[in-house]
């Protein structure tokens, strides 16, 4: 099975290095929903993308294509460094702030280890082609989100006309642009072992049960876990609130996002804009100095 290149160019790891000692919990002045909101991303990528990184790893051997296995292997290793990075500011929220986000990350751990793992429910079938399929898949509509939310992020001006910490800044948009350029990878994979349209409507349906969930619960885990003990207010107000001062994507934005993933047509080619996430990469402070290999701080 033959497909057009996933990427229109050869996807590099780059090995970038945040220094997070002058950057605060509430890194998002006066916002601390959307900070908290945002800070869920932490909570759930470290797991989630070496996830990523161990499905794909799996599948390799089994990819046919020479530019589709190219392509997988950029995105591991873009991944693998997002996950570590996503995982420095946890270390930081621990070690200079007293937050031990273990009681929540450790379920998040058993999420993809045992539940999307190689047993599910006790099951042995994680080297199965059905299985494999299903793991793509599931990777396939999380990467969706991802792009639309590094699209995002790229053109969140609320975000620095709040006054956002700057490394916690460029940590989201230098992620935010590599979701951008490597969008079409993990539909293209998920298409080329064989996914289904059906398959496609299934996967996205539970990941965004499974999303919303996560994040619900994630933000009140990290607004009880903050030293300041911000006021809790109800949800959905609070999310609307915060996207009218575009410090988050609008719900209905975020839901139309989802609905264009059914489209029987729907290319991941279509999300995002190439050209300005490799501008943002070009430009951007961490990637800057990882290639004089040192760490960007405030």
Not at 31 to 44: G, Q
């Given at each position: 099975m ?27 002045p ?6 908290h ?33 190219a ?46 793992g ?22 396939a509509?999380?990467?969706h ?20 910490d700057?490394?916690m800044l ?43 969930h996560?994040i ?12 300041q ?70």
């Amino acid at each position: 099975m033959s497909h057009a290149p996933a990427s229109p160019h050869a996807l590099e790891p780059r090995h970038v290095k945040f220094d997070w000692r002058d950057t605060p919990v509430q890194w998002l002045p006066g916002d601390p929903f959307a900070n908290h909101t945002i800070n869920v991303l932490h909570l759930l990528f470290p797991a989630g993308e070496m996830w990523f990184c161990r499905v794909y790893n799996k599948v390799l051997p089994l990819i046919t294509d020479p530019q589709v296995h190219a392509d997988a292997k950029g995105f591991m290793r873009q991944e693998a460094i997002h996950a570590r990075s996503h995982e420095g500011v946890l270390k930081h929220y621990h070690g200079a702030h007293g937050i031990d986000t273990r009681p929540f990350t450790d379920q998040i751990d058993h999420l993809f280890k045992h539940v999307l793992g190689e047993a599910p429910f006790g099951w042995k079938i994680g080297h199965t082609r059905f299985w494999i399929r299903q793991q793509l898949g599931t990777i396939a509509a999380l990467e969706h989100f991802f792009g639309y939310l590094g699209h995002w992020v790229l053109n969140a001006k609320g975000l620095d006309e709040a006054g956002a910490d700057p490394v916690m800044l460029d940590l989201l948009r230098w992620h935010g642009a590599e979701e951008v350029e490597h969008r079409m990878v993990a539909h293209t994979l998920f298409k080329h072992m064989g996914g289904t349209y059906l398959e496609r409507v299934l996967h996205m349906l539970l990941v965004m049960g499974l999303l919303l969930h996560l994040i619900h619960r994630g933000n009140r885990f990290m607004m009880r876990a903050d030293p300041q003990r911000p006021r809790l207010r109800g949800f959905l107000g609070s999310w609307r609130a915060s996207a009218r001062g575009g410090r988050l994507p609008a719900l209905g934005h975020v839901i139309a996002a989802a609905a264009r993933y059914f489209a029987p047509r729907f290319t991941p080619g279509d999300e995002g804009d190439t050209e300005q996430a490799l501008a943002y990469l070009a430009s951007s402070p961490a990637a800057s100095a990882a290639q004089h290999g040192g760490a960007f701080r405030r």
